[in-house]
């Protein structure tokens, strides 16, 4: 089975711009979930998706927002970018059922200048 | 609010010993603790997860045990090997939003 994928891997944008990041997750699983991991706050939840709802949201500005769609392949976006918004941003996909178990992906390296 | 808290920050231990990571939860709703193991430039792999109606888990030389009245849970990694050098992650999760320690940095001595 193909592990989560993510593109793309590296990005470099300036301050004020906007950036979309594509996830696809394992064949069947229906949630997708998208973290932000920097140095110093670690590995922080923006925002899940399950059958293209949003289900659950962490505490982060609506700069940030997601979406998903019916292929379960989902979407994150940021607009106005900050220099504080460069991170490594990774998508875990999940069944989405009662069990809990996340696979990661790789992440997209984003640096904002 | 920081709902598990990880310690230590890091960590070396020589190879062939055992590295012990401890973590400390909050939410009592937490039905699902994982450990995920990463490597620079790599995102988190699981490693091994444990349910709050077990006490200990093991698999391989990677052991989780789970204290649910003191609210803390540890990993062990057995015979600690250099490969085993990487930074590890606990968390605790409830319908399916998770919440992660922040991080021990693992260096196994050869």
């Known amino acids: 089975k193909a592990g989560v994928t993510q593109t793309p891997r590296y990005l470099i944008k300036t301050r004020g711009q906007q950036v979309t990041l594509s996830c696809s997750p394992i064949?069947?699983?229906?949630?997708v979930s998208w973290y932000q991991q920097t140095p110093g706050q670690g590995l922080q939840f923006l925002f899940e998706y399950f059958s293209e709802t949003q289900r659950n949201k962490g505490n982060f500005p609506g700069r940030f927002s997601g979406r998903q769609f019916s292929n379960s392949r989902s979407e994150m976006n940021v607009s106005t970018l900050e220099l504080g918004d460069s991170a490594l941003y990774l998508c875990?996909?999940?069944?989405?059922?009662?069990?809990?178990?996340?696979?990661f992906g790789p992440g997209t390296r984003l640096t904002v200048l | 609010q920081q709902q598990v808290k990880q310690s230590p920050q890091s960590l070396i231990v020589q190879k062939g010993g055992i590295s012990i990571i401890n973590c400390a939860y909050e939410?009592?709703?937490?039905?699902?603790f994982p450990w995920y193991q990463q490597f620079p430039g790599k995102g988190p792999a699981l490693l091994i997860a444990i349910r709050p109606d077990v006490s200990e888990k093991k698999e391989g030389r990677f052991t989780i045990s789970f204290n649910k009245s003191a609210k803390q849970f540890s990993l062990h990694i057995m015979d600690s090997q250099p490969g085993d050098s990487a930074t590890y992650f606990c968390a605790g999760s409830n319908f399916n939003k998770f919440y992660f320690g922040s991080g021990t940095k693992l260096n196994v001595k050869p």
């Open positions: 064949s069947g699983h229906r949630s």
């Open positions: 875990a996909s999940s069944p989405g059922q009662s069990f809990n178990e996340q696979f």
């Open positions: 939410n009592t709703a937490f039905d699902y």
